[in-house]
C-alpha cells in the first residue's frame, strides 16, 4: 500500500474576523519584531497571519498561501493537530508548570527523556540516553557552550575552549548561538563572536570549489579546513567542532557525502567532541529522527528544537551522547546551569503527542521512502529552467540558486536582489518560499500528498517565470 495516503488532520482553527489594519497599527506601534527593518515594515504593514490547516496558511485578508517552508522549519506534522491541542490542554489542567531544579521532576519530562533516548540512533560507541532540556534552539546552543567547557574542566583541560563553527552556519540569536553561527551580519552587532569561538569556511559546492574539482574531492577538502583550524590554534586547545547537518538558514546548503565522514575523522584524530546542530534536520526532515545518521557520522551532542513539538509549543534541547553524560553525571557534581521552563511539562507533552502522531502517520518514513524522493525527482527538473543554476533536495528541504548564466554560474548584481523579487512573486501566488540572497528555499510540512507537491512544483515553475520576465523586461 501506498505510504502517500493518509488521514488529513483534524482541524480545529477556523478563520476568524481580523480588522486588518487595527492589528497592523497596534503592531507597528508597539511590536518590535525578530530580524526586520521596522521603517520598512511599518510603510507596509505587516503581514496578519490568522489560521491555518494542513498545510495552508491563511491571512486577514483571507488569501491562503501554501506554506512551503513549514512556518520556520517546524511544523513538521502540518497545522491543524487536535492531538497536540488536546494533549496542551490535558498537561495544563493536570500540572500547568513545576520546575526540575530542585531534585524534583514530572511525568511528561522523563517520558519524553525516554522517548528521545529510544529515538536517537546508537552509532559505534555513540548512544544517546541523556537529555537536558531548554526551549529553544538558542539556548539549547548556550547550554552546549556550557556543557563543553564543564566536560572539558571536569577532565583536568581546562584549556580547551576553543569551539570551531562555520561561515554561514546559523545556531540561534543569543550571544552564544549568534557566536557559534558564522552570519556576519550578526557579528557585526552587539560585538560578536564571544571569545574563543572561530570560524572555518562553509562546504557551499557552488562557491567554494576550485575550477573542475569534484563534488566528492571538494567535500574532503572542505572538512580539512578544519584540521587545519585545529593545528593553528593548537589541539590541546581545542574543544569542540558545532555544525549542521545540511545548513538551514544559510540558504540549504548540503554538503558533499565525503564531508561528514571526514569531520568524524579528524575529530577523533584529535579527540574533541563534535556537536550536530539538528534544530532543522532532525524529525523527520532530512528522512530520519536523527540526520547524523543519514550522514554517517557519531556526534557526542545533538542540538533539537522546532520538530520535536512540530513548532505548536515551544521546546528545545541537547542529546546529550554517553561519552560527555558519564563525566557530567559520575564526576560533576553539580552543573550550575537550567532554565525556569526546563523540562515544561506541557511542552514535554505536547512533544510526546507528536512524536506519537510522527510514528502513527510514518511521517519520517514517508520523507524517506516516498515523498521525499518524489519532491527529489520534481524539484531537480528545475534544473531545466533558464534561472536556475543548481536545485537539489535532502528529505523535505531543498534549495537552488537564481543564476544569470547557467553555462558559467554567474550570478546576478547583489543590489537586484533576485531572491526578494522571487520570494514577492510567490506569496502574490500563494506560495510562502524562502530567499537567502539569490539562494531560493523549501522546508515543507512532512505530511504532503504527491498531489500537493506537485502544486507546489507548478507555483515554483509559476514564479520563477514572473521573476524571469521581469528581469528580461529590464533587459537583464
Ligand atoms: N540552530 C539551527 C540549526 C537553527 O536553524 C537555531 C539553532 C536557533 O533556534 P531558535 O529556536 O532559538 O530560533 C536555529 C533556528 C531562517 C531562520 O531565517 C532559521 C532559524 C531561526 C530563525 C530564522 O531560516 N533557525
Known sequence: MSTNVIAPPAIVSRAQAVDTKAVQALDSAHYIHAFTDHGDLAT????VMTHAEGIYVWDSEGKKVLDGMSGLWCVNAG??????????YQQMMTLPYYNSFFQTTNV????????????????????????????????SNDTNVRMVRRYWDLLGQPQRKTIIGRVNGYHGSTMAGASLGGMSGMHAQGDLPIPNILHIEQPYYLENALPGESEADFGVRAAGWLEAKILEVGPDKVAAFIGEPVQGAGGVIIPPATYWPEIQRI???YGILLISDEVICAFGRLGHWFAYEKLGYKPDLVTFAKGVTSGYVPLGGVMVGNRVAKVLIEQGGEFNHGYTYSGHPVACAVALANLELMERDNLVGRVKDDIGPYLAKQFEKLNAHPLVGHAQTSGFVGGMLLVKNKETGETYDSDLAVGMMCRGHCFSNGLIMRAVGDRMIIAPPLIMTHAQIDEMMALIVKCLDLTLADLRKRGL
Do not use: I
Open 44 to 47: 507596509r504593514g505587516a503581514r
Open 79 to 88: 497545522y491543524g493537530r487536535k492531538e497536540l491541542a488536546d494533549a496542551a
Open 108 to 139: 511528561p519530562a522523563a517520558k519524553l527523556a525516554a522517548k528521545l533516548a529510544s529515538l536517537a540512533p546508537k552509532v559505534g560507541d555513540r548512544s544517546f540516553d541523556h537529555v537536558f532540556y531548554s526551549s529553544s534552539g538558542s539556548e
Open 267 to 269: 575529530v577523533d584524530k
